[in-house]
């Protein structure tokens, strides 16, 4: 046998160049790439100096922020290879499907990762051209959701695909695949509600099991999910034996749908509640009341002389105010009263009180806040408030009727010259 003296061993570089998949040499602390061998910059459409800027954060798709970094750092400095099956960016906006082995070693006192990612776009390519047309349905759904999982009831084992732990930050070796581990992810909040709807689908009282709700990921964050499950497989005896589900992440929808929600809720301009929300706020408010026997006040706020501040300082002045007033109110309220823009520059209160004699003094402390007010800030000068007020004594009035009695109060304190409150039992009285 002829051996090959070291001194005639080509350099570790040369060796490297000659390697087909992409080499990576990363510090952990940073994630930061410090040396790629030349696959690895070509692969993703850099020169060898363009991808040394970069780092795992910016390169790995399914690896965001800092949080997630120190976790992987963990689980790869506590295995000999920890491997990850992700999407590198691509210089031109592109993905690369990766299967990414990683290792670590220590060098003059300093710790190093070293990464060997393989291309994989080509294989998955592969995969559904040689599957049979069973695999390659389940490869389309895979890829249509973003995760899959099968439960097995005897032992309680599930199966989580490479996709769903991806979508939840881990790699394809992690995840114990027990029920347990889908159990202590779900939302405290939401889990009674799921298992409920769970269970009801296993004693077929619903024909499939479709839930929403918040699943915790690899950072600790929640994100909503919609997971859509059956029963594939019962025994002998019709109890279900198999459960398959997929699941798709939601979060963007939800976030949109909180948005619109808050929009169709509240009043863009004050940020406070529109008019539809905020009687339905006090209708609910009223109803406990009778309920609990409790009386409730009702006053109905308008801005002084306000067309004078749209027709001396203009309408967006005119706004500026709106949003200042609404602010200010907003910090003279109680967590259990209801105040809403009712429309234009008028506002509705609604509170619930121990005894109507309160109601008065309420009111005052909101004509000494208007009175102390930072008006130097809005550009106009000191704006007041007319307050009409009622209060139902005994329980048995509705919101309108008393919403009605404030809005006539409210008359009578603009006649009396403004600025003031007025309680409709005063009227009368008079």
Request: overall charge negative.
């Amino acid at each position: 046998m002829k051996f090959i003296e070291t001194g005639s061993l080509p350099p570790c570089e040369q060796i490297f160049a000659a390697v087909y998949d992409a080499v990576y040499l990363i510090d952990p602390e940073t994630s930061n790439i410090v040396w790629c061998n030349r696959q690895g910059y070509e692969d993703l459409g850099y020169k060898a100096d363009e991808v040394l800027q970069h780092s795992v954060l910016s390169l790995q798709k399914d690896v965001t922020g800092l949080p997630q970094w120190s976790e992987i750092k963990a689980v790869i400095l506590a295995n000999e290879v920890f491997r990850f099956i992700g999407r590198h960016a691509h210089k031109d906006g592109s993905e690369v499907a990766v299967e990414v082995n990683t290792s670590h070693f220590d060098y003059a006192g300093h710790t190093y990762f070293v990464s060997v990612a393989r291309n994989i776009n080509q294989r998955l390519a592969l995969e559904v051209d040689l599957n049979a047309r069973n695999n390659r349905i389940w490869f389309a759904l895979n890829e249509a959701a973003d995760g899959f999982w099968e439960w097995q009831l005897e032992d309680n084992s599930v199966f989580f695909s490479d996709k769903l732990k991806r979508m939840l930050g881990y790699g394809p070796d992690e995840m114990t695949p027990h029920l347990d581990t889908w159990v202590k992810n779900v939302h405290p909040d939401d889990f009674e509600r799921v298992k409920d709807i769970l269970d009801e689908h296993l004693a077929e009282k619903r024909t499939i099991y479709q839930a929403r709700y918040r699943l915790r990921n690899r950072n600790g964050h929640y994100i909503w999910v919609d997971d859509t499950g059956k029963v594939c497989q019962r025994d002998e005896e019709g109890r279900p034996t198999h459960v398959v589900g997929m699941v798709r992440d939601i979060t963007d929808h939800k976030k949109l749908e909180f948005q619109l929600e808050n929009l169709a809720a509240h009043d863009p301009l004050t940020g406070l509640m529109n008019r539809r929300a905020g009687e339905r706020e006090a209708a609910r408010l009223f109803q406990l009341a009778k309920r609990h026997g409790q009386k409730m006040g009702v006053a109905v706020l308008d801005l002084d002389f306000f067309k004078d501040i749209n027709d001396l300082y203009g309408h967006q002045s005119g706004d500026r105010v709106l949003a200042y007033v609404g602010q200010l109110l907003q910090a003279q309220m109680r967590s259990t009263d209801v105040l809403y823009r009712w429309g234009g520059e008028e506002f509705v209160w609604v509170a619930p009180l121990n005894d109507c004699d309160h109601l008065q003094p309420m009111m005052d402390k909101l004509h000494l806040a208007m009175r102390g007010a930072d008006w130097k800030a809005t550009g106009v000068a000191p704006v007041t408030l007319s307050i009409g007020l009622s209060c139902s004594h005994d329980g048995s009035d509705d919101f309108e009727t008393l919403l009605s009695q404030a809005d006539k109060a409210l008359y009578c304190a603009k006649e009396q010259g403004r600025n003031r409150s007025i309680i409709y039992d005063k009227i009368l009285e008079n």
